[in-house]
């Protein structure tokens, strides 16, 4: 087995060209590069993850001539990726055809991220096996599962009727109908097609989580009885990969700061990459940070001379500014209090391994869907509602921080750290999870 897997040693990733997505799969690289798999990543020319031939000892081939990724924002997501797959599919096979000559018969698999379908059918052609990566929770993948079986036009019906927007989906309690992730996505009978190329499983021979069973238990159960092929439930992948897998450049000078502060008082802000926010409401939450006399973190775009004067002399006073933090060496701070976030999957798990409590401000389905399972399931954290306004934010950064509830939050966050940890060790879930994935890929 050891022998057929050093001959068929090559692995081929092809990550959808977003920074969210692109982070968990080299993550997932590195943790079967530490397994004995050399790393090969296909990438778009017009969205290139990195511009030299190897990064993080990966080597890198390019998709000629792909969408770039910034007609997303003219497009949509749902029409960005059905034009993206269409056009993708003949050149991605000719890709493959060319590493084939190089290689030899030494592709073990191809590992798509699940927005990068065109993926299976050379698959499919070169009699390659294929694994589809999902790189949000289980629960996510468990509701697009869920309206990939709608039709659009009964469920445009249906979904306006009250009783069944508070019915629980598939007897997967809290989630209801009213929390599929369907707002922001344009016209549902678009978005519904999508769900159907994306969770129809073609001829994939298995299907990766970047998630834990200690976190999603019932969404697991119910994805291995509906998928009917193997579920790897391996994270969170950050623990597992080998290094810093941060594609943009980290202020560290943050970290000198976090130092000089006493523990457990520091509120990090942090929208990920993609979340922007107006400039009233930067102006609103900077001054119910200072008011809420907490020390804060602050991850914004926008520099801090945009600031009035007198309120950039009150945040750099009170608040550290960065274009861009090193966030899981921020989370593990002893300083940190408390993580103010857009709940993208990757900062939750980065939250929960740290034990660190949330401050939810989702803005679009899946984050959405996270921020309810941090409120309501796992219960470390609260979600931020209503409109950015100076009181509203005081007394959040004071919830979390200063009062009683806070505290308990993050018992129950230290909690869950230590189940997650539990888990990538020898022995537990995940670690059980990625030997077996190991030996699918070793045995194909």
């Known amino acids: 087995m050891e022998k057929r897997a050093e001959k068929r040693r090559i692995v081929v990733l092809v ?20 397994k004995g798999f050399s790393i090969t990543v296909a990438q778009g020319q017009c969205n290139q993850v ?51 000559q190089k290689q030899g018969s030494d592709i073990a698999c191809i590992i798509y991220d699940e927005l990068m379908y065109f993926s299976e059918a ?55 109908y009213k929390n599929l992730p369907i707002s922001g996505m344009g016209p549902l009978d678009r978005f519904l097609e999508i769900c159907k190329e994306v969770f129809n499983k073609r001829t994939a021979s298995a299907v990766i989580i970047n998630t ?28 597992t990969s080998s290094a810093n897998s941060s594609l943009l450049e980290q202020d560290r000078s943050c970290i000198e700061w976090l130092n000089k502060q006493k523990p457990r008082t520091v509120i990090y802000i942090s929208f990920g990459s993609i979340a922007q926010m ?26 801090s001379e945009s600031l009035p004067e007198e309120l950039s ?36 798990l980065e939250s929960i391994v740290e034990g660190v409590p949330m401050i939810c401000m989702p803005f679009n389905g899946e984050q959405k869907l996270n921020a309810m399972y941090i409120e309501s399931v796992w219960r470390i954290g609260i979600q931020f509602q209503g409109e ?17 509830e806070g505290a308990e939050m993050r ?18 879930s995940s670690y059980n999870a990625l030997d077996e994935l190991v030996k699918c890929l070793a045995t194909e």
């Open 388 to 404: 950015v306004e100076i009181g509203g934010v005081e007394r959040a950064v004071k919830r979390l921080i200063v009062d009683d």
């Open 278 to 303: 107006e400039t009233k409401d930067v102006l609103e939450m900077a001054w119910g940070l200072c008011d809420s006399k907490q020390p804060f973190l602050w991850v914004i775009r926008l520099g």
């Open 50 to 100: 990195c511009s030299s031939q190897t990064f993080f000892g990966f080597q890198f081939v390019t998709i000629p001539k792909s969408l770039p990724v910034s007609q997303l924002e003219s497009l949509g997501l749902v029409e960005f990726l059905m034009k993206l797959n269409k056009t993708s599919e003949a050149k991605f096979k000719n890709c493959i055809a060319q590493l084939l």
């Open 122 to 176: 050379a698959a499919k052609e070169f009699k390659i096996p294929s694994v589809i990566f999902s790189t949000g929770s289980a629960t996510n993948h468990v509701c697009g599962c869920v309206l990939s079986k709608f039709n659009a036009e009964k469920f445009l019906i249906d979904i306006e009727d009250p009783e069944l927007q508070d019915k629980v989906v598939e007897n997967l309690h809290p989630l209801r």
């Open 212 to 239: 834990t069973s200690c976190l999603e238990r019932s969404s697991l159960s119910w994805l291995k009885q509906e998928l009917r092929i193997p579920l790897y439930s391996i994270g969170p992948l950050h623990i």
């Open 313 to 348: 002399k009150m945040v750099s006073e009170r608040g550290y500014i960065v274009q861009w933090a090193p966030q899981i060496e921020v989370l593990a701070h002893p300083a940190l209090g408390g993580f103010w976030s857009h709940c993208g999957w990757n900062s939750t």
């Open 411 to 428: 018992e129950r966050a230290f909690v869950l750290k230590e189940k997650l940890k539990a888990s990538v060790r020898s022995g537990g």
């Open 15 to 34: 990550p959808f060209p977003a920074l969210g997505h692109i982070t968990p799969m080299i993550q997932l690289g590195q943790a079967l590069q530490l």
